[in-house]
């Protein structure tokens, strides 16, 4: 196991170069079933979540390459429709495969996903839509068996906006027979990226970006050859970490409309925020004003992915903030962590509220979940002090060669074999 040892208290400056997003690449990768001719992707980040994709793709007979920072799939000898529980109990993007398995071979046979436990996430909304397009689903003892004679166009009504569900019945929807219209789709970017790959294939997908989408089945999908959005995560996670530790940095890639909350809310804290031509710079003196409220909502809402990074910000900033949860119940169990570096914080079922200290100090942290573990980072750059922060796989799962990319900006930190 890895852990990062921190010295903080590091101004950040310089410019960051961001990743293809995580949570378009892997969508991309269970799309790449859907045609018998090669995919590649361009520009994927090696992290444990895409290899882990991977190596669930590799065991549907599929030929998954790496090279040079692409990776083509060559799927025409797949012929597996079961996932095994391992694979599937490590990344909860495996819930993808059910639409791509139901197009490709009729049939799925899949266990629960996992991923961070970070709440139940239960995945009801991807069955009820499924079973719209008529597939059969059986579900017993931690497994889940969908098969279907034909995939039939049907009006689909979404009661939340899933991210997921609505990749879900993309992949499943894209060759059913007829038309299917999804109101209350999901309109995340990345639901835009996945819209633009399957057209890019030779689908007939339109509306991606708004809650109504239209997909018209086709009967074949062809190769491509595609270059997927860059990560606003990834995006909002460096600028968080400058506005905490002062400094300039620039990061390139995303445009603004994409993080547009989180920037509102960086202003908000006394940061200087400037975007043209899909680049961001911040600037910070690291002296912050919290936000008085920040509430995750559905995109274009503020990202759940970002809430654990602004709370590791307004710990460290002058004021009170209430940071409320709205996507995921357990998403504050990084909170102890911070405690422990002098945060004062208090949690409530889905809301925290939190009162700033004049600066953190080195602790030694375990990091339970991907943001949260990057949430624990940030706060380490800003303390006083030395700091570790223990079980780097939950980070890894998101973020490429992180600690050099901040190291590159003048963070102190380096990682180690535990």
Do not use: W
């Not at 809430?307 to 710990?315: D, I, K, M, S, Y």
């Amino acid at each position: 196991m890895d852990k990062f040892i921190i010295d903080g208290g590091q101004r950040l400056l310089g410019t960051i170069r961001l990743q293809s997003a995580k949570n378009s690449v892997l969508p991309l990768l269970a799309a790449s079933v859907l045609t018998e001719k090669q995919v590649t992707i361009r520009e994927v980040p090696k992290i444990a979540d895409v290899l882990c994709m991977a190596q669930i793709l590799r065991e549907l007979g599929a030929r998954v390459e790496f090279s040079g920072g692409d990776v083509t799939i060559d799927s025409s000898n797949a012929s597996n429709h079961e996932i095994s529980s391992a694979l599937t109990k490590e990344l909860r993007s495996s819930v993808f495969m059910l639409g791509s398995l139901l197009t490709r071979f009729r049939r799925a046979l899949i266990a629960y996903p996992g991923g961070c436990d970070i709440g139940l996430r239960p995945i009801d909304l991807h069955l009820s839509a499924l079973k719209r397009l008529g597939v059969k689903i059986r579900e017993r003892d931690g497994f889940i068996f969908c098969e279907c004679d034909r995939l039939r166009g049907a009006e689909i009504a979404l009661d939340f906006p899933s991210v997921g569900a609505t990749e879900n019945i993309l992949l499943a929807a894209v060759k059913a027979e007829g038309r299917t219209i999804l109101q209350g789709a999901a309109k995340e970017p990345e639901i835009v990226d996945l819209q633009g790959f399957l057209n890019a294939m030779g689908a007939k997908v339109r509306g991606a970006g708004t809650d109504v989408i239209e997909i018209e089945g086709v009967k074949t999908l062809g190769g491509v050859t595609y270059k997927p959005l860059k990560d606003r995560i990834e995006a909002g996670t460096f600028l968080i970490a400058c506005a905490i530790c002062g400094g300039e940095t620039e990061v390139v890639g995303v445009p603004a409309e994409n993080i547009r909350l989180l920037l509102h809310k960086l202003r908000e804290n006394g940061c200087k925020i400037h975007s043209k031509n899909g680049k961001i710079t911040i600037e910070s003196t690291g002296k912050l004003k919290c936000n008085r409220r920040i509430e995750t909502m559905p995109f274009p809402g503020f990202p759940t992915d970002l809430q654990a990074q602004a709370t590791a910000l307004n710990c460290g900033a002058s004021g009170g903030s209430l940071i409320v949860e709205n996507l995921f119940e357990t998403r504050f169990k990084f909170v102890p962590e911070l405690k422990k570096m002098g945060a004062d914080i208090e949690v409530k079922g889905r809301t925290a509220f939190v009162r700033g200290v004049p600066r953190l100090h080195g602790a030694t942290l375990v990091s339970c979940d991907l943001r949260g573990g990057a949430a624990l980072v940030l706060a380490a750059l800003g303390a006083e002090g030395v700091s570790e922060v223990l079980d780097l796989s939950h980070i890894d799962r998101g973020y490429f060669d992180f600690e050099s990319k901040l190291s590159k900006l003048g963070a102190h930190l380096k990682r180690v074999r535990c």
